[in-house]
C-alpha cells in the first residue's frame, strides 16, 4: 500500500517512520547476516517499542544531500555514467587529441616510413620503454639485458651504461626504458632502422619512444611540430601512444582517465583578488588588502616593512583609494616585480640595529598561494583559502578528465558531451541512437540500462538537471527523488520504502508525475511509507495516519487513520478539517505596496539568462517557479552573498551579474534556514534564544545563591563548577559493549540531572535549574510571569507555535520545522530597525497546513515591522499570501531562467504561460484584488 503520515510539526510522524519502523526493520535484517558480515555493519539499536509485526526490510530515503563529495554527480548517483562508461569503452571511436584524426594501430613499416619521412641527416635514438612509473631496484633487469648483449638504459630520463647502472632507491618511483640503437635518417640506412623498430617493438611490448638528438633534432620539431616521438603496435598518432580503451580511461575518479591538473575535480583552487581586495574605496594604509590589513593596522613589524618597502619600488601612495592606483600599480602589488629586488629596512636609523635586506617580491597572490601549497598546518590553509575561490579547470575546460579521454566519441559526441545534456534531451539522445556494425548489438543492453534510469529520473520531475551536476550542489528534495528514481532502478519487491516529504522543492505542476512514480513503487509489490504535507500526495494515498493533536508532549496520538475520505470525515482530525474545507488559510484582506525596490541587472548564474530583476522591498516576497528554473541560483547565488558582501563584508562567491541597485535601503540581511541550531545535545532553545543566560541570571540572584556566593556560572552545564562532574552536563554516560551496541545510561551520580546536588539544591519557585530545563516553554512564561525580559522572549517562542517545547530540549531532537522556528523567534525578539532583508528557502519543509498558518502570521509581523521578507516556495498557501510573486520560468535548466510573471498573486495568476499562475486561479478565484496598503517605512 501507499501509505501517509501526516499531522503538525513535531507530533511523532517521524519518530515513528524512521525512528521505529525503519530502525527495527534495519536492526532485524542486520540480525539475520553471518556474525563475520555484522563486524563490519556496527551494532543497530533497539527502538523503544513493545511488539512489530508484519515489518519487511527497510529502506529510507530521506531529505539530506545525495553527496559532500564534489567528485559525485547525477550520473555516478543513479548508476547512468557507470554505463556510459562501459558504452564508450566498448563502441567508441578513439581520435588523437591533438590532430582530431582517428587513432589506428601501426605496423613496423609505417612505423619506419613515419621515421624516414624526418628531414634527412636527423639523428635520433630508439627506445623500448620497460618499467612506467614503478617501485623497485630493478637489479635483475639490468643483469638480465646486460646477459643478452644491450649497453645502455634510460633512468629517469638519464642514460647510463648497463655495467655503471646506478643503486636504485626502491621506495621511489623509476620510469626505465632500454637504449635500442641511435641513428641517422638516411635512405641507406632502412635496413637498419627497420630492425631496430622491430627489435624495439618486441622489447616495450608493442611500444617505441623516439629521441630526436642534437640541432638536427630540434630542426626536425620545428620542421614537424607533429613529429611521431612516442609509436605504437596497437595505437599512436602526432607522437603519442593510446592505450587500449577501458571503462577507467572514462573515469574522473581514476588515473587513467582524470585530469592530471584538476585531479578530475573540474575546478581549481585560485586566489581571488575580489577577495584578497573586498573594498577597492580604501587605500592600503586603511587595509585595502585584506592580508594585509593587520600589519597596517599596527603600523610596524616585518611584514609591514616589506609594504612600506614595495610601495617606495613601486611609486605606490599608501595613501591613495585602491581603485585610484591605475592598473600598471595594482598588477606590481598584486603579481610582483618579474624578480626585481626591494630594499627592506629594519631597526632604527642611525643605530647599530639598523640594517637594509634585498629581496624579490613576488607578489601578494603569488605569495598567497606558494604559502597555501607549502603549509602542512591545517589551520593555516583554513586562513589562506578565505582569499580563495573555485575557478574551472583550464587544462579540462571544467570536464574533469584529460584530453585523450575527451577526444573518444559515440556518435560524433564525447563522455564530455553527454553528461552535459539535461536527463530529458539524454534520453532522447539515446532512444534515438543508433550505431554502427555490430556496435549496435554489442551496447543493447548497456543502452537499455542508459535509458531505463533515464526514464525513472523523467519520472520523478528532474529532467532539467544535468548528468554532470554536482552532488553537493542538490537540493535535498532533488538528492531524494534520485535516489527514489535509483530505487526504481533497481526493482526490488517485499521491502518498506520510508520517504521524507518526497514532494519538498516540486512545483504543483511535476507532483502527479511523482505520485505515479510511488504508485509504481508500490507495484512492484513494496509498502510505500511516506511521511508528507502535500494535499495531493495525502488525496492519492491508500491508507492515512493522521498524528496530533498538537506538538512534542501535545502529541504523538493517532488522532485518525484510514482512507483520505474517512479522513476528510473525521472530526478529531486536524488534517482532516483541512481537507475537507473546515478549516482553511485565509487571503489576507489586502496586499501591501512596495517602500522601494532593489535591483539586480545582468543576472547570468548558471540557467539565468542575463535577467534584470527587480525586488520590492517591505513587502512578503514569494520567489517562484518549476523546479529548476532558477530561484536559488537568483536568490541564494546571487541575492544573498551580494547582500552580504555589501552589508557584512561577507567572502562569499557572489554569482554572476552586471550591478545590484538600492542597497542603501537595508542594513541587514538574514537567511533563516532549517539546519539544526546546534550540533550537540548542548544547545537549545534556551541557550540560543539567550534566555537561559537570563535564567542563570535569576538564579544566582536568589538569596541561598548570594549565600553560597554561587554566579550565573554556576547554573551552566558546560562549564566547571556546577556541573555534574561525572558525566560532564551531558546527564548520561556511555557505556561501551564489546560485540554490541554502545548503551547511553542515566548518570548514577546526578540521576541524569546534568548538576551536582549542591547546585540542584538552588530553588526558584521550589524549581531547581535541573527542572527548568525540563520545564515547557509555556510553563516557564507562567514561572517568570514578573521578569519583563525574559517573559519577551519566551512569547516570541510561544508566538512562533513552540509553547510545548522543553526550554532544554536538545537540538538534534528537534525537526527542522522546529529549528527554523525556533530561529524566526529569536529575530522577532531582536530590537528591529525595520531595514532588515529575510530569506527563507521553502520554508513550508516539514510544516502541516496548521503550522504554515502559524508561519505566515510570524513572516507578517516580521513586515509589518518594516523589514521585507524573500521566501523561495512552491507551497500555494504561502505564495497566495504574499504581497508580490516573482515567477521563473518557464521550464526547468535551459528552458528556465527568465522572469515569467511579476506583481501581485492576481496578476501572476492571469499570466496564461505561468504554471504558478495557472495554480493559483483557482484560489484567488474566491475574491477581487484588494485595495493596495502602503507598507510601513521603519519601526
Same mark, same amino acid.
Given at each position: 500500500?501507499?501509505?501517509?503520515?501526516?499531522?503538525?510539526?513535531?507530533?511523532?510522524?517521524?519518530?515513528? /517512520?524512521?525512528?521505529?519502523?525503519?530502525?527495527?526493520?534495519?536492526?532485524?535484517?542486520?540480525?539475520?547476516?553471518?556474525?563475520?558480515?555484522?563486524?563490519?555493519?556496527?551494532?543497530?539499536?533497539?527502538?523503544?517499542?513493545?511488539?512489530?509485526?508484519?515489518?519487511?526490510?527497510?529502506?529510507? %530515503?530521506?531529505?539530506?544531500?545525495?553527496?559532500?563529495?564534489?567528485?559525485?554527480?547525477? @550520473?555516478?548517483?543513479?548508476?547512468?555514467?557507470?554505463?556510459?562508461?562501459?558504452?564508450?569503452?566498448?563502441?567508441?571511436?578513439?581520435?588523437?587529441?591533438?590532430?582530431?584524426?582517428?587513432?589506428? =594501430?601501426?605496423?613496423?613499416?609505417?612505423?619506419?616510413?613515419?621515421?624516414?619521412?624526418?628531414?634527412?641527416?636527423?639523428?635520433?635514438?630508439?627506445? /623500448?620503454?620497460?618499467?612506467?612509473?614503478?617501485?623497485?631496484?630493478?637489479?635483475?633487469?639490468?643483469?638480465?639485458?646486460?646477459?643478452?648483449?644491450?649497453?645502455?638504459?634510460?633512468?629517469?630520463?638519464?642514460?647510463?651504461?648497463?655495467?655503471?647502472?646506478?643503486?636504485?632507491?626502491? $621506495?621511489?618511483?623509476?620510469?626505465?626504458?632500454?637504449?635500442?640503437?641511435?641513428?641517422?635518417?638516411?635512405?641507406?640506412?632502412?635496413?637498419?632502422?627497420?630492425?631496430?623498430?622491430?627489435?624495439?617493438?618486441?622489447?616495450?611490448?608493442?611500444?617505441?619512444?623516439?629521441?630526436?638528438? *642534437?640541432?638536427?633534432?630540434?630542426?626536425?620539431?620545428?620542421?614537424?611540430? /607533429?613529429?611521431?616521438?612516442?609509436?605504437?603496435?596497437?595505437?599512436?598518432?602526432?607522437?603519442?601512444?593510446?592505450?587500449?580503451?577501458?571503462?577507467?580511461?572514462?573515469?574522473?575518479?581514476?588515473?587513467? @582517465?582524470?585530469?592530471?591538473?584538476?585531479?578530475?575535480?573540474?575546478?581549481?583552487?585560485?586566489?581571488?583578488?575580489?577577495?584578497?581586495?573586498?573594498?577597492?574605496?580604501?587605500?592600503?594604509?586603511?587595509?585595502?588588502?585584506?592580508?594585509?590589513?593587520?600589519?597596517?593596522?599596527?603600523?610596524?613589524?616585518?611584514?609591514?616593512?616589506?609594504?612600506?618597502?614595495?610601495?617606495?619600488?613601486?611609486?605606490?601612495?599608501?595613501?591613495?583609494?585602491?581603485?585610484?592606483?591605475? !592598473?600598471?600599480?595594482?598588477?606590481?602589488?598584486?603579481? &610582483?616585480?618579474?624578480?626585481?629586488?626591494?630594499?627592506?629596512?629594519?631597526?632604527?636609523?642611525?643605530?647599530?640595529?639598523?640594517?637594509?635586506?634585498?629581496?624579490?617580491?613576488?607578489?601578494?597572490?603569488?605569495?598567497?598561494?606558494?604559502?597555501?601549497?607549502?603549509?602542512?598546518?591545517?589551520?593555516?590553509?583554513?586562513?589562506?583559502?578565505?582569499?580563495?575561490?573555485?575557478?574551472?579547470?583550464?587544462?579540462?575546460?571544467?570536464?574533469?578528465?584529460?584530453?585523450?579521454?575527451?577526444?573518444?566519441?559515440?556518435?560524433?559526441?564525447?563522455?564530455?558531451?553527454?553528461?552535459?545534456?539535461?536527463?530529458?534531451?539524454?534520453?532522447?539522445?539515446?532512444?534515438?541512437?543508433?550505431?554502427?556494425?555490430?556496435?549496435?548489438? %554489442?551496447?543493447?543492453?548497456?543502452?537499455?540500462?542508459?535509458?531505463?534510469?533515464?526514464?525513472?529520473?523523467?519520472?520523478?520531475?528532474?529532467?532539467?538537471?544535468?548528468?554532470?551536476?554536482?552532488?553537493?550542489?542538490? #537540493?535535498?528534495?532533488?538528492?531524494?527523488?534520485?535516489?527514489?528514481?535509483?530505487?526504481?532502478?533497481?526493482?526490488?519487491?517485499?521491502?518498506?520504502?520510508?520517504?521524507?516529504?518526497?514532494?519538498?522543492?516540486?512545483?504543483?505542476?511535476?507532483?502527479?508525475?511523482?505520485?505515479?512514480?510511488?504508485?509504481?513503487?508500490?507495484?512492484?509489490?513494496?509498502?510505500?511509507?511516506?511521511?508528507?504535507?502535500?494535499?495531493?500526495?495525502?488525496?492519492?494515498?491508500?491508507?492515512?495516519?493522521?498524528?496530533?493533536?498538537?506538538?512534542?508532549?501535545?502529541?504523538?496520538?493517532?488522532?485518525?487513520?484510514?482512507?483520505?475520505?474517512?479522513?476528510?470525515?473525521?472530526?478529531?482530525?486536524?488534517?482532516?478539517?483541512?481537507?475537507?474545507?473546515?478549516?482553511?488559510? +485565509?487571503?489576507?484582506?489586502?496586499?501591501?505596496?512596495?517602500? &522601494?525596490?532593489?535591483?539586480?541587472?545582468?543576472?547570468?548564474?548558471?540557467?539565468?539568462?542575463?535577467?534584470?530583476?527587480?525586488?520590492?522591498?517591505?513587502?512578503?516576497?514569494?520567489?517562484?517557479?518549476?523546479? *529548476? !528554473?532558477?530561484?536559488?541560483?537568483?536568490?541564494?547565488?546571487?541575492?544573498?552573498? =551580494?547582500?552580504?558582501?555589501?552589508?557584512?563584508?561577507?567572502?562569499?562567491?557572489?554569482?554572476?551579474?552586471?550591478?545590484?541597485?538600492?542597497?542603501?535601503?537595508?542594513?541587514?540581511?538574514?537567511?533563516?534556514?532549517? $539546519?539544526?541550531?546546534?550540533?550537540?545535545?548542548?544547545?537549545?532553545?534556551?541557550?540560543?534564544?539567550?534566555?537561559?543566560?537570563?535564567?542563570?541570571?535569576?538564579?544566582?540572584?536568589?538569596?541561598?545563591?548570594?549565600?553560597?556566593?554561587?554566579?550565573?556560572?554556576?547554573?551552566?552545564?558546560?562549564?566547571?563548577?556546577?556541573?555534574?562532574?561525572?558525566?560532564?552536563?551531558?546527564?548520561?554516560?556511555?557505556?561501551?559493549?564489546?560485540?554490541? !551496541?554502545?548503551?547511553?545510561?542515566?548518570?548514577?551520580?546526578?540521576?541524569?540531572?546534568?548538576?551536582?546536588?549542591?547546585?540542584?539544591?538552588?530553588?526558584?519557585?521550589?524549581?531547581?535549574?535541573?527542572?527548568?530545563?525540563?520545564?515547557?516553554? +509555556?510553563?516557564?512564561?507562567?514561572?517568570?510571569?514578573?521578569?519583563?525580559?525574559?517573559?519577551?522572549?519566551?512569547?516570541?517562542?510561544?508566538?512562533?507555535?513552540?509553547?510545548?517545547?522543553?526550554?532544554?530540549? #536538545?537540538?538534534?531532537?528537534?525537526?527542522?520545522?522546529?529549528?527554523?522556528?525556533?530561529?524566526?523567534?529569536?529575530?522577532?525578539? $531582536?530590537?528591529?530597525?525595520?531595514?532588515?532583508?529575510?530569506?527563507?528557502?521553502?520554508?513550508?519543509?516539514?510544516?502541516?497546513?496548521?503550522? %504554515?498558518?502559524?508561519?505566515?502570521?510570524?513572516?507578517?509581523?516580521?513586515?509589518?515591522?518594516?523589514?521585507?521578507?524573500?521566501?523561495?516556495?512552491?507551497?500555494?498557501?504561502?505564495?497566495?499570501?504574499?504581497?508580490?510573486?516573482?515567477?521563473?520560468?518557464?521550464?526547468?535548466?535551459?528552458?528556465?531562467?527568465?522572469?515569467?510573471?511579476?506583481?501581485?498573486?492576481?496578476?501572476?495568476?492571469?499570466?496564461?504561460?505561468?504554471?504558478?499562475?495557472?495554480?493559483?486561479?483557482?484560489?484567488?478565484?474566491?475574491?477581487?484584488?484588494?485595495?493596495?496598503?502602503?507598507?510601513?517605512?521603519?519601526?
Amino acid at each position: 500500500k501507499l501509505v501517509v503520515f501526516t499531522g503538525v510539526s513535531g507530533s511523532g510522524k517521524s519518530s515513528l /517512520a524512521f525512528d521505529t519502523l525503519y530502525a527495527e526493520g534495519q536492526r532485524r535484517y542486520v540480525e539475520t547476516l553471518s556474525s563475520y558480515a555484522r563486524q563490519f555493519l556496527g551494532q543497530l539499536e533497539r527502538p523503544q517499542v513493545e511488539h512489530l509485526r508484519g515489518l519487511s526490510p527497510t529502506i529510507a %530515503i530521506e531529505q539530506k544531500s545525495a553527496s559532500s563529495n564534489p567528485r559525485s554527480t547525477v @550520473g555516478t548517483i543513479t548508476e547512468v555514467y557507470d554505463y556510459l562508461r562501459v558504452l564508450y569503452a566498448r563502441a567508441g571511436e578513439q581520435h588523437c587529441h591533438l590532430c582530431g584524426k582517428p587513432v589506428k =594501430a601501426q605496423s613496423s613499416e609505417q612505423i619506419v616510413e613515419e621515421l624516414l619521412a624526418m628531414p634527412e641527416g636527423t639523428k635520433f635514438v630508439l627506445l /623500448a620503454p620497460l618499467v612506467t612509473h614503478r617501485k623497485g631496484e630493478f637489479k635483475d633487469l639490468f643483469e638480465e639485458l646486460r646477459g643478452r648483449g644491450f649497453v645502455r638504459v634510460e633512468i629517469d630520463g638519464a642514460q647510463h651504461r648497463l655495467d655503471e647502472a646506478p643503486r636504485l632507491d626502491k $621506495k621511489l618511483k623509476h620510469t626505465i626504458a632500454l637504449v635500442v640503437d641511435r641513428l641517422v635518417v638516411r635512405a641507406d640506412e632502412r635496413q637498419r632502422i627497420t630492425e631496430g623498430v622491430e627489435l624495439a617493438l618486441q622489447e616495450g611490448r608493442g611500444e617505441i619512444r623516439v629521441e630526436l638528438q *642534437g640541432d638536427d633534432g630540434a630542426a626536425a620539431r620545428k620542421r614537424r611540430p /607533429a613529429a611521431p616521438l612516442l609509436f605504437s603496435a596497437a595505437r599512436s598518432c602526432c607522437g603519442q601512444s593510446f592505450p587500449e580503451l577501458s571503462p577507467q580511461s572514462f573515469s574522473f575518479n581514476s588515473p587513467l @582517465g582524470m585530469c592530471g591538473a584538476c585531479n578530475g575535480l573540474g575546478t581549481r583552487l585560485e586566489i581571488d583578488p575580489g577577495l584578497v581586495i573586498p573594498d577597492p574605496a580604501l587605500s592600503i594604509r586603511e587595509g585595502a588588502i585584506a592580508p594585509w590589513a593587520s600589519a597596517m593596522s599596527r603600523g610596524e613589524g616585518w611584514t609591514f616593512r616589506i609594504i612600506d618597502a614595495v610601495a617606495k619600488a613601486c611609486s605606490v601612495d599608501l595613501d591613495v583609494p585602491w581603485r585610484k592606483l591605475g !592598473a600598471k600599480k595594482q598588477e606590481m602589488v598584486l603579481h &610582483g616585480l618579474s624578480g626585481k629586488r626591494i630594499a627592506v629596512t629594519w631597526g632604527k636609523e642611525g643605530t647599530e640595529t639598523h640594517g637594509t635586506w634585498g629581496m624579490r617580491f613576488e607578489g601578494v597572490i603569488p605569495s598567497l598561494m606558494r604559502r597555501f601549497q607549502q603549509s602542512s598546518s591545517e589551520s593555516a590553509r583554513d586562513a589562506y583559502r578565505k582569499f580563495m575561490s573555485e575557478r574551472p579547470c583550464d587544462a579540462c575546460g571544467s570536464r574533469r578528465m584529460r584530453p585523450e579521454s575527451l577526444a573518444v566519441r559515440v556518435a560524433d559526441r564525447s563522455i564530455a558531451d553527454v553528461t552535459a545534456m539535461t536527463v530529458k534531451d539524454a534520453f532522447e539522445h539515446f532512444a534515438r541512437l543508433e550505431l554502427p556494425g555490430n556496435r549496435q548489438k %554489442i551496447t543493447e543492453g548497456v543502452r537499455r540500462e542508459i535509458t531505463s534510469r533515464l526514464s525513472f529520473l523523467l519520472n520523478v520531475g528532474l529532467d532539467y538537471l544535468t548528468l554532470d551536476r554536482s552532488g553537493p550542489t542538490l #537540493s535535498g528534495g532533488e538528492a531524494q527523488r534520485i535516489r527514489l528514481a535509483s530505487q526504481l532502478g533497481s526493482e526490488l519487491s517485499g521491502v518498506m520504502y520510508v520517504l521524507d516529504e518526497p514532494s519538498i522543492g516540486l512545483h504543483q505542476r511535476d507532483n502527479q508525475r511523482l505520485i505515479e512514480t510511488l504508485r509504481r513503487l508500490r507495484d512492484l509489490g513494496n509498502t510505500v511509507l511516506v511521511v508528507e504535507h502535500d494535499e495531493e500526495t495525502i488525496r492519492a494515498a491508500d491508507y492515512v495516519v493522521d498524528f496530533g493533536p498538537g506538538a512534542g508532549h501535545l502529541g504523538g496520538r493517532v488522532m485518525a487513520a484510514g482512507t483520505p475520505e474517512e479522513i476528510e470525515r473525521d472530526p478529531e482530525s486536524l488534517t482532516g478539517a483541512y481537507l475537507s474545507g473546515r478549516a482553511r488559510i +485565509e487571503l489576507p484582506a489586502s496586499r501591501r505596496e512596495p517602500r &522601494g525596490w532593489l535591483e539586480i541587472q545582468g543576472a547570468s548564474e548558471h540557467n539565468l539568462r542575463n535577467i534584470d530583476v527587480r525586488f520590492p522591498l517591505g513587502v512578503l516576497l514569494a520567489v517562484t517557479g518549476v523546479s *529548476g !528554473a532558477g530561484k536559488s541560483s537568483l536568490v541564494n547565488g546571487i541575492l544573498l552573498p =551580494a547582500l552580504g558582501r555589501a552589508l557584512h563584508n561577507s567572502t562569499e562567491p557572489v554569482g554572476a551579474h552586471r550591478a545590484i541597485k538600492g542597497l542603501k535601503a537595508l542594513d541587514k540581511v538574514i537567511a533563516i534556514d532549517q $539546519k539544526p541550531i546546534g550540533r550537540t545535545p548542548r544547545s537549545n532553545p534556551g541557550t540560543y534564544t539567550k534566555a537561559f543566560d537570563q535564567i542563570r541570571d535569576i538564579f544566582a540572584e536568589l538569596p541561598e545563591s548570594r549565600a553560597r556566593g554561587y554566579g550565573p556560572g554556576r547554573f551552566s552545564f558546560n562549564v566547571k563548577g556546577g556541573r555534574c562532574e561525572a558525566c560532564s552536563g551531558d546527564g548520561m554516560v556511555k557505556v561501551e559493549m564489546h560485540f554490541l !551496541a554502545d548503551v547511553y545510561v542515566p548518570c548514577e551520580v546526578c540521576a541524569g540531572k546534568r548538576y551536582s546536588a549542591q547546585t540542584l539544591a538552588v530553588r526558584y519557585k521550589g524549581k531547581s535549574i535541573a527542572d527548568i530545563l525540563d520545564t515547557s516553554i +509555556e510553563d516557564c512564561l507562567q514561572l517568570f510571569e514578573h521578569h519583563v525580559a525574559l517573559r519577551r522572549v519566551l512569547d516570541t517562542l510561544v508566538e512562533v507555535g513552540l509553547g510545548y517545547m522543553k526550554i532544554g530540549q #536538545s537540538a538534534p531532537t528537534m525537526s527542522g520545522g522546529e529549528a527554523q522556528r525556533v530561529k524566526l523567534s529569536r529575530e522577532l525578539g $531582536k530590537s528591529q530597525t525595520g531595514r532588515t532583508l529575510y530569506v527563507l528557502d521553502e520554508p513550508t519543509t516539514g510544516l502541516h497546513f496548521e503550522d %504554515i498558518r502559524k508561519l505566515l502570521g510570524v513572516l507578517h509581523r516580521l513586515v509589518e515591522a518594516g523589514n521585507t521578507v524573500v521566501v523561495i516556495e512552491h507551497s500555494l498557501d504561502v505564495i497566495k499570501c504574499a504581497d508580490w510573486v516573482i515567477d521563473l520560468g518557464p521550464e526547468g535548466g535551459a528552458g528556465g531562467g527568465q522572469v515569467i510573471a511579476e506583481g501581485t498573486p492576481e496578476d501572476v495568476a492571469r499570466v496564461a504561460r505561468s504554471y504558478t499562475g495557472q495554480f493559483l486561479r483557482p484560489l484567488l478565484s474566491a475574491r477581487r484584488p484588494s485595495p493596495r496598503v502602503q507598507a510601513p517605512a521603519s519601526v
